[in-house]
């Protein structure tokens, strides 16, 4: 049984910082393409970090490059998104996605996480 349990989401005020963290399991982790997905209300789900297997061939959306870091830990068949200088324009439910066969799409969910930014 596959399973993404994101955590760590919350309420922070703007400039502040979370971190969130992704447990995989039912599936083949250490072999995956990982990936950070948000949504806003109203807006469309967009990719903001994504990981490759051997943890390089690191991507990030333009919004968040330079705030946020993807990372990833095998052994602990975890993935991380630290998010540093938050905006209230990063308010989203943040999603961790597994692409298992390594083309670039995304077979497998969570169920999310609220992060809410307050000005």
């Known amino acids: 049984q596959v399973q993404l349990v994101e955590s760590g989401g919350g309420l922070v005020q703007a400039g502040g910082s979370l971190r969130l963290s992704c447990a995989a399991s039912?599936?083949?982790?250490?072999?995956?393409?990982m990936g950070w997905f948000r949504q806003a209300p109203g807006k469309e789900r967009e990719l903001v970090a994504a990981?490759?297997?051997?943890?390089?061939?690191?991507e990030y959306s333009d919004s968040v490059r330079g705030r946020f870091t993807i990372s990833r830990d095998n052994a602990k068949n975890t993935v991380y998104l630290q998010m540093r200088s938050l905006k209230p324009e990063d308010t989203a439910v943040y999603y961790c996605?597994?692409?298992?066969?390594?083309?670039?799409?995304?077979?497998?969910w969570g169920q999310g996480t609220q992060v809410t930014v307050s000005s």
């Open positions: 039912g599936f083949s982790f250490s072999t995956s393409r």
């Open positions: 990981i490759r297997w051997s943890g390089s061939a690191i």
């Open positions: 996605a597994a692409d298992v066969d390594r083309n670039y799409k995304y077979d497998y």
